[in-house]
């Protein structure tokens, strides 16, 4: 089973520069986790993954500071990882109209572990 959390959008102090520290970069998330569980009969959350855990897993590591995207994916698969049993994580972040000289819609890192 894959459970995906797409477009979930963060005001988050993430950038090289240190106005970026300051001032904060949007940041857009699409993420996804496969867990080995067989089709869902019974109903019930604990037979799954709770949809609002990953939101504020993530809701909680955008509000801390980092230079590069990529630490920012990495702890989040950690997190991850350390509370929920999953066999995949792939996440994809971005941050929206980066300041490089130039019309760019988005600058993206995208990561993915299997267990």
Known sequence: MIISLEGMKFHSPIGFYEEEQVVGN?????????????????????????????????????????RLIETYCTEIINMIILQLRVNRIKIKVSKLNPALGGSIDKASVTMERIF
């Open 26 to 66: 949007e940041i857009l998330i699409d993420l996804e986790v496969e867990l080995n569980l067989a089709v869902q009969t019974n109903d019930q959350l604990t037979r799954t993954i709770n949809y609002e855990t990953l939101y504020e897993m993530c809701k909680k590591i955008s509000q801390k500071p980092f």
